[in-house]
T-cell receptor
């Protein structure tokens, strides 16, 4: 079983739709969870950052972590064409462990 | 604002050449990383440096070496480039440990080895 699994898509939605992006993981030691957004021909940029279980909201974006199910989600409300990008989940154990484990990314296209 | 700069956006090299990829960060970060990104394989860590002259192997270090002579600069070296090293290379930096602060990425160098 891979440490982090992410559906690669592609996912295509109309403008204004609610988008749900998901990752599952197998390592119960993960405590820090991130979502990165990567536009074409650019490096990934941090979008959301959460610690342990729960929800975090930032504008149209909500990150959700369910550690009991080893499942994380990113919701995008009122999606815009500018949200078209690849979304990567990432997670780490924290502490002195430097390693960040990434999902392979989901390609999202929001059609006007 | 955080800035990680990779010296080249695109590079084309021949098989067997020695290739240098340069990365500079302006945040005084201790930790710097080199990843490669390939379709279907995602991001894979090549090398990591936690201080000047200090380095650790990542998941796929074979065929690569690194150099960190100054805190702000981290170089990836392909000793003898091969076609299977054609990829997007991403440099990143971070101020603290994995749980405390996120990675900041450069915009990548797309390397083609012919």
């Amino acid at each position: 079983q891979k440490e982090v699994e992410q559906d690669p898509g592609p996912l295509s939605v109309p403008e204004g739709a609610i988008v749900s992006l998901n990752c599952t993981y197998s390592n119960s030691a993960f405590q820090y969870f991130m979502w990165y957004r990567q536009y074409s021909r650019k490096g990934p940029e941090l979008l959301m950052y959460t610690y342990s279980s729960g929800n975090k909201e930032d504008g149209r974006f909500t990150a959700q972590v369910d550690k009991s199910s080893k499942y994380i989600s990113l919701f995008i409300r009122d999606s815009q064409p500018s949200d078209s990008a690849t979304y990567l989940c990432a997670m780490s154990q924290g502490g002195s462990n430097y390693k960040l484990t990434f999902g392979k990314g989901t390609l999202l296209t929001v059609n006007p | 604002d955080v800035k990680v700069t990779q010296s080249s956006r695109y590079l084309v090299k021949r098989t067997g050449e020695k290739v240098f990829l340069e990365c500079v960060q302006d945040m005084d970060h201790e930790n710097m990383f080199w990843y490669r990104q390939d379709p279907g394989l995602g991001l894979r860590l090549i090398y990591f440096s936690y201080d000047v002259k200090m380095k650790e192997k990542g998941d796929i270090p074979e065929g690569y070496s690194v150099s960190r002579e100054k805190k702000e600069r981290f170089s990836l070296i392909l000793e003898s480039a091969s076609t299977n090293q054609t990829s997007m290379y991403l440099c990143a930096s971070r101020g603290g440990w994995a749980g405390d602060s996120p990675l900041h990425f450069g915009n990548g160098t797309r390397l083609t080895v012919t």
